[in-house]
């Protein structure tokens, strides 16, 4: 930025006919010296040239003024503080476990999918938004789940690995009014389109995929100090794709904040998948407002800690979050964790 505080005369209309030749002078229309500046009419024969904008004349005055007699000044710029966007963040942190820590790989998905695609992953077109204009005839529906583009990523990366994990996070769109309005001012609102948080594991000489999706699902839980608790899954329904006894349901504050499963035999044989895969679907929007990257200072507890192993017998029916919740009821001391160490 120039300064030109103390220099004003040469900027005047007087230093402006004085200095500035133009090949015809009686041209030049100085009209009037303003407050902001100078009214100037350019020739026409220079206006298509050199001379289009303000700057052009301003820098005419100065470079017969003389550039050495004007003062350099560092232009000011106010430095603010971004907006958090804690969207983002999550979502910068959430790739950063699953890929690093989880060793996932990430995949990006169409949103689209076909009727034949839902129709393998055991769900039913009926409700789905189909498209005037699809990218493709074969997927003109948009999809309300991520499970069935995972299960179609799995089916291709089998025929090239046979031990990888994959995740996704993307959109989906739901047959319900969102938050957000078609147009400005109108009370008609666009489709909710939820973020899901998606994930499958594929070992392979591990026959029970079902604990390595559950242990990453709730390792990325603790990584953000979120509360939940373990339920039997409620509805079958909802999720037919899963399996119907390997698979449990998440919640957090009363809502379902996913599911973990392994995928169902029969789902399996219609997608051509010959090994068994563990799958976890999170709310990744639920996930957002619950995350706190705060760690609170505990402290560390004067005394060793124990290791106790105690064998049970008791009915297959009992489930194992019952157990656990009469012992931390019943007992009085500090349990740092406690959990299922084998089965018989």
């Given at each position: 930025?120039?300064?030109?505080?103390?220099?004003?005369?040469?900027?005047?209309?007087?230093?402006?006919?004085k200095n500035i030749k133009f090949k015809d002078p009686s041209k030049i229309k100085i009209k009037e010296?303003?407050?902001?500046?100078?009214?100037?009419?350019?020739?026409?024969?220079?206006?298509?040239?050199?001379?289009?904008?303000?700057?052009?004349?301003?820098?005419?005055?100065?470079?017969?003024?003389?550039?050495?007699?004007?003062?350099?000044?560092?232009?000011?710029?106010?430095?603010?503080?971004?907006?958090q966007n804690k969207f983002r963040d999550i979502e910068k942190l959430v790739k950063y476990?699953?890929?690093?820590?989880?060793?996932?790989?990430?995949?990006?998905?169409?949103?689209?999918?076909?009727?034949?695609?839902l129709e393998k992953t055991g769900l039913s077109s009926d409700d789905y938004f189909e498209l005037e204009n699809p990218i493709a005839k074969d997927i003109p529906l948009i999809r309300q789940s991520l499970v069935p583009s995972l299960l179609q990523a799995i089916e291709k990366n089998l025929k090239y690995y046979s031990d990888f994990a994959l995740f996704e996070i993307g959109r989906v769109f739901l047959n319900k009014p969102g938050r957000f309005e078609s147009r400005p001012n109108e009370k008609q609102k666009l489709p909710s389109q939820p973020y899901q948080l998606i994930g499958a594991f594929i070992p392979e000489n591990y026959d029970k995929p079902?604990?390595?999706?559950?242990?990453?699902?709730?390792?990325?839980?603790?990584?953000?100090?979120?509360?939940?608790?373990?339920?039997?899954?409620?509805?079958?329904?909802?999720?037919?794709?899963?399996?119907?006894?390997?698979?449990?349901?998440?919640?957090?504050?009363?809502?379902?904040?996913?599911?973990?499963?392994?995928?169902?035999?029969?789902?399996?044989?219609?997608?051509?998948?010959?090994?068994?895969?563990?799958?976890?679907?999170?709310?990744?929007?639920?996930?957002?407002?619950?995350?706190?990257?705060?760690?609170?200072?505990?402290?560390?507890?004067?005394?060793?800690?124990?290791?106790?192993?105690?064998?049970?017998?008791?009915?297959?029916?009992?489930?194992?979050?019952?157990?656990k919740n009469l012992i931390l009821k019943i007992s009085s001391l500090e349990f740092l964790n406690i959990k299922i160490y084998q089965l018989m």
């Open positions: 930025m120039i300064n030109v505080e103390g220099h004003r005369d040469a900027f005047s209309i007087k230093a402006f006919s010296e303003q407050e902001d500046g100078l009214l100037v009419v350019v020739p026409t024969w220079r206006a298509t040239k050199d001379i289009a904008i303000q700057e052009d004349i301003i820098e005419e005055i100065i470079r017969i003024y003389g550039y050495e007699k004007l003062s350099v000044k560092t232009p000011f710029a106010e430095i603010k503080v971004p907006v476990f699953c890929s690093l820590r989880l060793g996932m790989n990430e995949i990006y998905t169409y949103s689209f999918v076909s009727k034949e695609m079902f604990y390595d999706a559950k242990k990453g699902a709730l390792e990325l839980l603790d990584y953000f100090n979120i509360q939940y608790r373990l339920e039997k899954i409620q509805d079958n329904n909802l999720f037919p794709w899963m399996h119907p006894y390997r698979s449990i349901q998440i919640e957090a504050l009363n809502e379902l904040l996913g599911v973990v499963s392994e995928l169902h035999p029969e789902i399996a044989d219609r997608w051509g998948i010959k090994k068994r895969v563990g799958i976890f679907l999170l709310d990744f929007e639920l996930i957002v407002d619950l995350a706190n990257s705060i760690r609170s200072f505990k402290e560390i507890s004067k005394y060793p800690s124990i290791s106790l192993d105690v064998s049970l017998i008791i009915d297959s029916k009992v489930e194992w979050a019952s157990i």
